[in-house]
């Protein structure tokens, strides 16, 4: 299971990079969230995965996506000339430095530390997500909802000549 979501997210992350058009990127993004989400629940965290669905993939895309359609920047960009040398030579970087970095990963000393050790898992449940974030993260969490309040006003302001 972790494989497929794993593959989820990274594909739906490379779609996301290839799209000439900003809302199917966004749907991508959403994608991409959903992903995560599912990696939230492989490890056993379905609060933190149902925080991620209804967060980001319902609440944050919907905003990046009616900001988009709102200013009217989602014209595809006329087409380029194909330049499939510069690709290939990319894919063959990427697939050297990613080769690389699972080497020195998985010949970390770090790692195998982690292995050896079992670590205790605790459950997450509401109440101790609420503890945390209004606890330990109350600051972050108020700077986060006058952030997201700035950005829907910016937009609005953007898009209404005349308020």
């Known amino acids: 299971m972790f494989l497929i979501f794993a593959l989820i997210t990274i594909l739906g992350a490379l779609a996301m990079f290839q799209q000439k058009n900003v809302i199917v990127a966004g749907l991508c993004l959403v994608l991409t969230f959903f992903g995560v989400a599912g990696l939230f629940l492989v490890l056993a965290n379905p ?35 194909a330049r499939p040398i510069q690709r290939w030579v990319g894919a063959l970087l990427i697939a050297i430095f990613g080769a690389f ?17 079992a670590l205790p898992v605790e459950g997450m449940n509401l109440n101790r997500v ?32 005349e308020l």
């Open 130 to 161: 609420g503890e945390e974030l209004f606890a330990n993260h109350l600051l972050g969490f108020e700077i986060i909802g006058l952030l997201l309040l700035a950005a829907m006003v910016g937009a609005v302001a953007l898009t209404k000549k």
């Open 47 to 81: 609060v933190a995965a149902a925080l991620q669905i209804i967060v980001y993939s319902g609440a944050i895309m919907v905003l990046v996506l009616f900001t988009i359609m709102l200013l009217n920047s989602h014209e595809e960009e006329p087409a380029i000339k």
């Open 101 to 117: 970095a699972f080497r020195i990963v998985a010949g970390s000393k770090a790692l195998a530390a982690v292995n050896d050790k």
